[in-house]
């Protein structure tokens, strides 16, 4: 009960004000078919040293870095995180910020808030940013639904070059409403095919990812006019690697009215999975149907600046049933770690890593055409791309892990169509002598 410390008493005064006899009548409301009969099946307790050491053991047994070179991405990318920002993340101040309803005691919060949303909006080039969401995946689902109410149409279209994972979270979000996704399909470049784009009726939004799931680089100033050529019609850009728009146009500056995304890649480690931060950003017309909340500036009565809760559309707040969202928090800590990382970096940093980043990308598919593994799209690509590898690469796969390499994501589970293909990633964390060593145990 180290945790817990009711007493006993306490246990049975907070019982009787709400009128159970027992523990067991406390939840005799939840139907038998839910609950769980028999004991857990749990070891022995250990100590606190023998439990760091398993926990060690059972690190020890996962393939990742830095004890592994790992090429793969598909959604979660290995960065080095600048110190500075893992620093000054651990202090009170922000590691223990809740949620910032008052105004007068959470200046800092809110700034930090404000901060992230100024330096969103300049990264993707959009008017308004919300304060970030759970991760990439709902964002566009979120997304989605925010073009169906700013067009009252009840059907949206998403590329099947969009993440796979992206794509199943936005079939669970419309499968109670009525609402229709349909899919459109992958060119042979690797970009996604917009040309049965006027056959499919009216659609409230369309969305596309750039990168994509396969690091192709759509063409998005040209599918914003094909978007765009019917007025009403919506244009959603998503995307995996932020770090891409170092480089490449922001989503406003090619057309986009949404830019939803994953910012794992901002000072974020992967920690296996999660957390994630959802990044959120419209045009201004958009606003009132946007998710989430935003942070204002203003002055008070005073003059002095001043850092507000501007809109929440959440259920949480007035709006209620009608909230645009049921989204009821944001990440805030992954908020301010990439706040951080964007402002640590600057926008000459973000340019020069995102360089990086495609340049050891293409190395790696040049040496691999050289050795006879080509990429069976021709798009260019960022920093993760597609290789088709001989017959029986999965043993090979399996002996590389042997030796401490992770060479790329097996295609096969989510595109039937590209079972003998791998996608492969390499980030500023994967050296030049570790992706030569990669070439030659393949050309083997």
Known sequence: MRYLPHTE?????????????????????????CRRKDEMNLPEPLTEWELNGHMDCMAASMGAPPFYKVFMGAGSYHHYIPEITRQLLLRSEFF?????????????????????????????????????????ASGLAEALLMTIRATRRKKVAVSRAVH????????????????????????????TDLS?????????????????????????????????????????????????????KSPGACGADIACGEGQSFGIPQSFGGPGLGMFAANQKYVRTMP????????????????????ATREQHIRREKAT??????????????????????????????????????????????????SPFSAPTF????????????????????????????????????SDCWLMCVTETISKTAIDALVKEVAK
């Not at 796979?164 to 970009?191: C, H, I, N, Q, S």
């Not at 396969?214 to 244009?235: M, N, P, R, S, Y």
């Not at 970096?345 to 990308?361: K, P, V």
Request: charged share 20%.
């Open 164 to 191: 796979p994972m992206y794509r199943k979270v936005v079939e669970t979000y419309f499968a109670p409403t009525g609402f229709e996704v349909v899919e459109l399909p992958v060119g042979a470049d690797g970009r």
């Open 325 to 374: 969202s049921n989204i009821c928090s944001n990440q805030g800590l992954c908020a301010t770690a990439a706040t951080m990382y964007m402002a640590s970096l600057g926008g000459t940093g973000i340019r020069e890593l995102s360089r990086l980043n495609r340049d050891r990308a293409e190395y790696l598919k040049a040496s691999l055409a050289k050795a006879g593994h080509t």
């Open 96 to 136: 223990t910020a809740y949620t910032p309803y008052q105004p007068e005691i959470s200046q800092g919060t809110l700034q930090t808030i404000y901060e992230y949303q100024t330096l969103v909006c300049r990264l993707l080039g959009m008017d308004v940013a919300n304060a970030s969401m759970y991760d990439g």
């Open 292 to 311: 989430g909340r935003l942070i204002g500036k203003t002055t008070d009565r005073d003059g002095k600046t001043g850092f507000v809760l501007t809109l």
């Open 383 to 418: 920093n993760e791309f597609v290789v088709r590898f001989p017959d029986g690469f999965a043993d090979t796969w399996q002996a590389l892990l042997e030796k401490k390499i992770v060479a790329g994501l097996h295609l096969a589970p989510y595109y039937p169509e590209l």
């Open 9 to 33: 008493e306490d246990i049975q005064q907070m019982l009787q004000v709400v009128g159970a006899t027992d523990l067991e009548a406390l939840f005799s409301s939840i139907p038998d078919d």
């Open 196 to 248: 049965g784009l006027s056959d499919l009726g009216e659609l409230a939004g369309v969305a596309l990812q750039s990168p994509n799931f396969f690091g192709c680089i759509e063409d998005l100033e040209t599918a914003g006019k094909v978007i765009h050529a019917d007025k009403k019609t919506l244009f959603v850009t998503a995307f995996s690697e932020p770090l891409a728009y170092g480089l490449l």
